[in-house]
């Protein structure tokens, strides 16, 4: 963990320095069965600590029928778990294109605990 910590602290001078934004992009520890909800949250992220304590912004992208395969729309959902100068907890979904690993057009009245709109 203090490597990780390490690095990110390193990552987050050079933006500073250059006054660039920059984006890590970290594949999280898959579902492990214990929680019914397969959405994706900071404790699943290793090392999440120091990626809380450098991150301005961290955002989860979920995909409902990856793990439901029977579901008729294919659906990402863009979830706000950590937003230092905004509201977190917010959600946005777009029209997930598998086939080819595309994301699509902004699905505004979209309600998933409903199956849908």
Request: proline content about 3%.
């Amino acid at each position: 963990a203090a490597k990780i910590t390490k690095k990110l602290t390193r990552t987050q001078a050079i933006a500073k320095t250059c006054n660039v934004h920059m984006a890590i992009v970290h594949q999280q520890r898959r579902h492990d069965g214990k929680s019914k909800s397969k959405r994706p949250s900071m404790d699943q992220l290793k090392n999440s600590g120091a990626y809380e304590e450098i991150a301005d912004l961290v955002v989860f992208l979920h995909r409902e029928k990856y793990y439901n395969p029977e579901l008729e729309e294919d659906v990402v959902e863009y979830i706000v778990a950590k937003q230092r100068r905004g509201a977190m907890g917010k959600s946005a979904f777009h029209d997930f294109h598998g086939d080819f690993g595309m994301i699509g057009a902004h699905r505004k009245n979209y309600h998933p605990e409903e199956g849908g709109f």
